[in-house]
């Protein structure tokens, strides 16, 4: 931006565009760090607030396979799982977190499998990509905050969003992991509670006539919002 202010005149209009574009990109990139800080200050001190409606395991992959461009390269499998119970932005926000791990680390041109099946009274999600895969030591230190991958691997970022995803999978009630996709790179591992047809009936009594879906979180978003939000971010 300084330099659109001081060299404007010998500035070519293509030359102009790049600068607003860099740094309308950095703005975003400094937005979505605050709003990370902001919900980890939260995890931590126990003032997360979580919107709890059954919802379907589609639909919280469609928008963030939408907010992480990884539309096209998803190999998706969901067993019959019905409904989870869960803060459809916060589960959003983990999909969408672990899909541009796999977009960052695998080669472009793969695939990422997402599994989605039942386990006891819990949904869990596997997310493998082809990637070069965490190696076994790295694995359990990965969900701290701040913590990435040194060497040839690391990628650049801001070391949060697996810390994110463990306050926000735990939140819930469930667990997260990481280990090794079949044929090699990383597969994480994450669970849910599966909705009971009780959270069922208890949702559509609270719904308003005339609108559809889940409520704004308490966050004061929607899902949808906050997957347009993470897609205008990456």
């Known amino acids: 931006l300084s330099a659109l202010r ?98 960052k680390y695998a080669p472009a041109d793969s695939k990422v499998r997402v599994v989605v099946e039942l386990d006891g009274e819990m949904v869990r999600f596997r997310v493998a990509d082809e990637g070069p895969g965490i190696p076994p030591e790295d694995r359990q230190g990965i969900f701290e905050r701040f913590r990435r991958l040194e060497g040839g691997t690391a990628k650049p970022g801001s070391g949060l969003g697996l810390y994110i995803c463990r306050g926000l999978v735990e939140a819930h009630g469930g667990t997260i992991s990481v280990g090794e996709a079949p044929g090699g790179g990383a597969e994480f591992t994450f669970t849910l509670p599966r909705a009971t047809k009780q959270d069922e009936i208890d949702a559509e009594a609270t719904r308003e006539p005339g609108l559809e879906g889940a409520p704004p979180s308490a966050n004061g978003s929607s899902s949808t919002e906050h997957a347009e939000r993470d897609a205008a971010v990456r």
């Open 6 to 103: 001081d060299h404007d005149a010998a500035l070519t209009a293509q030359h102009r565009i790049e600068l607003i574009d860099g740094a309308a990109a950095q703005a975003r990139r400094l937005a979505r760090l605050v709003d990370d800080l902001l919900t980890i200050s939260r995890i931590e001190d126990g003032a997360l607030r979580l919107a709890l409606v059954p919802t379907d395991p589609r639909r919280l992959l469609s928008e963030a396979a939408q907010a992480s461009g990884m539309t096209g390269r998803l190999v998706i499998s969901i067993g019959k799982v019905g409904k989870v119970r869960c803060d459809p932005d916060a589960a959003i926000r983990v999909l969408t977190n672990l899909l541009d791990n796999a977009r």
